[in-house]
């Protein structure tokens, strides 16, 4: 028997989709609001396979922290991995498939929680007006065509937060920004009736 050699026989008009039919909540993991965590720790191949898991709706996240294979602490909070961060930062090794890899895919957990406990003091220091602002626009995210705060895993460095240096700065210069807008008055006499 000969085996048939070209392009599929019925060629597909539109790409599947997993759970196509089925309504997803906003509020569940993977949704709207609590999306699924950046892959961090792992060579390229294994963050190929596991954003494949993602795409075709195979993904399925791990509920409570998992044992490490090296150290045997309970401090593998992603899926599909089987060793922890710490580990596989000291030994040069992928989280997943254990082998050695000279440049890990994603970033660092630690500095990834670090920025998010800098954002939450910011958003606690800040005035009323940009608090609500900042989180209305997180709340946003880029669906709408309003600016918004850009991601963590966009950031750079760690002075992105605000334009200024510090907290403070910032909290002055919005403030400068209002006075001049204060100044601008229109006075009585400027306002001509028709």
């Known amino acids: 028997m ?8 019925h060629q597909n008009k539109f790409a599947w989709k997993p759970n196509a039919g ?6 569940e993991l993977g949704g709207k609001f609590k999306p699924l965590s950046e892959i961090t720790g792992v060579c390229q191949k294994c963050k190929d396979q596991i954003d494949w898991k993602r795409k075709y709706g195979k993904y399925k996240p791990i509920t409570e922290p998992a044992k490490c294979q090296k150290c045997g602490k309970r401090a593998v909070k992603q899926a599909y ?21 000279n440049q890990t895919v994603g970033r660092d957990i630690a500095k990834i ?17 940009e608090r609500r602002t900042l989180l209305r626009a997180m709340n946003k995210g880029n669906g709408g065509a309003g600016p918004s705060v850009p991601k963590i895993a966009d950031r750079s460095r760690e002075g992105d937060i605000f334009p200024a240096t510090s907290v403070d700065e910032y909290a002055k210069a919005a403030r400068d920004d209002d006075d001049a807008y204060d100044d601008d008055d229109v006075s009585d006499d400027d306002i001509v009736c028709a």
């Open 22 to 27: 089925r309504k997803i909540n906003e509020n």
């Open 81 to 101: 991995h089987s060793i922890c961060g710490a580990c596989s930062k000291e030994l040069g090794q992928c989280a997943k498939c254990c082998c050695r890899v």
């Open 2 to 9: 000969s085996r048939r050699q070209g392009p599929p026989k």
């Open 113 to 129: 929680e670090s920025e998010k406990k800098q954002l939450e003091e910011a958003i606690t220091n800040a005035r009323e007006r």
